[in-house]
């Protein structure tokens, strides 16, 4: 296992495997780094998370979550990228941590739209005509 397979945290060596505490993920949709995750309650389950997940869950909140505890409709939910590299956890762990998460419950995520050809195709479109516009 290589250096970068490692975290440190408070100055330790942890392995990713000890982080995940041996799971895999049990998600049939699959998550990657676009993903965007966000928290469905205000509250968690004290002593059944790992410090990973609570981090995870706070952070969301933080973002997701104004000071009265009402969700920010207008704000996009956080990228799994951005959690790994905010939390400093591997990519692969931070996938693990969050779907166990979604898995109770305790996040929502959706997946980023894919562009289509026709999507292409009326973008095209639309520039050419206010490319005409112009002049």
């Known amino acids: 296992m290589s250096q970068d397979d490692d975290s440190s945290i408070d100055g330790r060596l942890?392995?990713?495997f000890s982080m995940r505490r041996g799971r895999t993920s049990?998600?049939?949709?699959?998550?990657?780094?676009s993903t965007l995750i966000w928290t469905v309650r205000g509250d968690s389950p004290s002593g059944e998370l790992s410090p990973e997940q609570e981090q995870i869950l706070e952070l969301c909140r933080r973002r997701h979550h104004s000071r009265q505890g009402v969700h920010n409709v207008g704000q996009p939910g956080v990228g799994i990228a951005e959690v790994?590299?905010?939390?400093?956890i591997p990519m692969a762990v931070t996938k693990v941590l969050v779907?166990?998460?979604?898995?109770?419950?305790?996040?929502?995520?959706s997946q980023p739209a894919t562009g289509?050809?026709?999507?292409?195709?009326l973008m095209k479109k639309v520039w050419e005509g206010l490319h005409a516009l112009r002049g």
């Open 116 to 121: 289509t050809e026709q999507d292409l195709a």
């Open 26 to 33: 049990s998600r049939r949709t699959e998550l990657n780094m």
């Open 99 to 109: 779907s166990e998460l979604i898995d109770r419950e305790l996040l929502m995520f």
């Open 84 to 88: 790994a590299a905010l939390l400093d």
């Open 14 to 16: 942890v392995r990713p």
